[in-house]
């Protein structure tokens, strides 16, 4: 079977998958790095148009400034290729390998049908060159398609439910930095329906890290210890380390705004949806909110992941 590979850049992180492997990085990209390593740094920079980035981890730590991702002008920049090529890359990617299929998703605002034209074009006529290997990744050989974020979810929720194609389902992405809704009937993208409001998780993890930093006698918490408290219930554990004073509260309170934001775009809608699907990292946020009278409200296992596992989901089946 030919290599597929689904990319989902996020503001905050990119997601990828490929059939077998799942990765999931930070989307920091900077080009403020020498070309030139110094003192066994180990930096594996990418170039592109003879400019050299650091993107994940090692922008992360290395650079001293990282690019605005929220920036409608960073699609298709150089520091959006190189994440792209940093995602390949742990997926094994090889641009002369036959077959192979790319499908990447596009914040919904963006993905009009001039806007996915231009993208697709922008791709297929640029090179990535990876220094650590001296591979150059290009992509006129591979088949490449422009999938808008959220819609990665529904083939996701198709993956696992064959009567996905008969159903109006509602999308509910939530992001890093902004809340994205489609909705596919019956399969169908419907694309006056996309719809995009600026209520992503992220500054939730920043108050919540304030809220940890302001408590007397303990240290602060990573991001990384709050999204893991949330997940297994220690930052509402008194008894516990990482426990957050008004850490549940304030969870509970995005979480109702988020459902009444939900449930505005459900009113909204040419017709009622027989599902909506909650996916993208804060979709985690909705415990307190798993079931709600009136419809049917159902969060992605894989919340976070959910994208690009629907991406490669779609790009096997139109690869065969």
Same mark, same amino acid.
């Given at each position: 079977?030919?290599?597929?590979?689904?990319?989902?850049?996020?503001?905050?992180?990119?997601?990828?998958?490929?059939?077998?492997?799942?990765?999931n990085?930070?989307s920091?990209?900077?080009?403020?790095?020498?070309?030139?390593?110094?003192?066994?740094?180990?930096?594996?920079?990418?170039?592109?148009?003879?400019?050299?980035?650091?993107?994940?981890?090692?922008?992360?730590?290395?650079?001293?400034?990282?690019?605005?991702?929220?920036?409608?002008?960073?699609?298709?920049?150089?520091?959006?290729?190189?994440?792209?090529?940093h995602?390949?890359?742990g997926?094994?990617?090889?641009?002369?390998?036959?077959?192979?299929?790319?499908?990447?998703?596009?914040?919904?605002?963006?993905?009009?049908?001039?806007r996915?034209?231009?993208v697709?074009?922008?791709?297929?006529?640029?090179?990535?060159?990876?220094?650590?290997?001296?591979?150059?990744y290009?992509?006129?050989?591979?088949?490449?398609?422009?999938?808008?974020?959220?819609?990665?979810?529904?083939?996701?929720?198709?993956?696992?439910?064959?009567?996905? $194609?008969?159903?109006? #389902?509602? %999308? /509910?992405?939530? =992001?890093?930095?902004? !809340?994205? +809704?489609?909705?596919v @009937?019956?399969?169908?993208?419907?694309?006056?329906?996309?719809?995009?409001?600026?209520?992503?998780?992220?500054?939730?993890?920043?108050?919540?890290?304030?809220?940890?930093?302001?408590?007397?006698?303990?240290?602060?918490?990573?991001?990384?210890?709050?999204?893991?408290?949330?997940?297994?219930?220690?930052?509402?554990?008194?008894?516990?380390?990482?426990?957050?004073?008004?850490?549940?509260?304030?969870?509970?309170?995005?979480?109702?705004?988020?459902?009444?934001?939900?449930?505005?775009?459900?009113?909204?809608?040419? $017709?009622?949806?027989? #599902?909506? %699907? /909650?996916?993208? =990292?804060?979709?985690? !946020?909705? +415990?307190?909110?798993? @079931?709600?009278?009136?419809?049917?409200?159902?969060?992605?296992?894989?919340?976070?992941?959910?994208?690009?596992?629907?991406?490669?989901?779609?790009?096997?089946?139109?690869?065969?």
């Open positions: 079977m030919s290599k597929v590979i689904g990319v989902d850049i996020g503001y905050g992180r990119t997601k990828v998958y490929d059939g077998e492997r799942r990765d990085f930070a920091a990209v900077s080009s403020q790095v020498a070309a030139e390593a110094t003192f066994e740094s180990h930096l594996q920079p990418f170039f592109v148009h003879d400019r050299a980035y650091i993107a994940g981890e090692d922008a992360q730590i290395h650079a001293r400034t990282v690019e605005d991702t929220r920036n409608e002008s960073f699609l298709c920049s150089g520091g959006w290729f190189a994440l792209l090529a995602a390949l890359r997926a094994g990617y090889d641009p002369d390998c036959e077959g192979a299929v790319i499908a990447i998703g596009l914040p919904p605002g963006m993905c009009g049908p001039d996915y034209r231009q697709l074009r922008t791709v297929k006529e640029t090179s990535v060159l990876d220094r650590s290997s001296g591979m150059a290009r992509f006129a050989r591979t088949r490449v398609i422009i999938i808008p974020q959220g819609v990665g979810i529904y083939y996701y929720y198709h993956m696992t439910s064959p009567e996905a $194609a008969d159903q109006k #389902v509602a %999308i /509910a992405d939530i =992001g890093h930095q902004t !809340l994205d +809704f489609v909705f @009937s019956q399969g169908r993208y419907v694309e006056h329906a996309r719809e995009t409001r600026p209520a992503g998780v992220g500054r939730e993890y920043d108050h919540l890290m304030q809220l940890a930093q302001a408590m007397p006698g303990r240290g602060p918490l990573t991001r990384a210890e709050i999204v893991s408290g949330i997940a297994d219930g220690t930052l509402f554990d008194e008894n516990h380390g990482n426990y957050v004073k008004g850490a549940e509260e304030h969870l509970v309170g995005y979480a109702r705004n988020i459902f009444s934001i939900i449930e505005s775009y459900v009113a909204s809608l040419p $017709a009622k949806p027989d #599902v909506i %699907i /909650a996916g993208g =990292g804060g979709a985690r !946020l909705l +415990f307190a909110l798993k @079931s709600k009278p009136g419809y049917r409200l159902s969060i992605a296992a894989e919340a976070e992941l959910a994208n690009a596992i629907g991406y490669w989901h779609y790009a096997t089946m139109l690869a065969g």
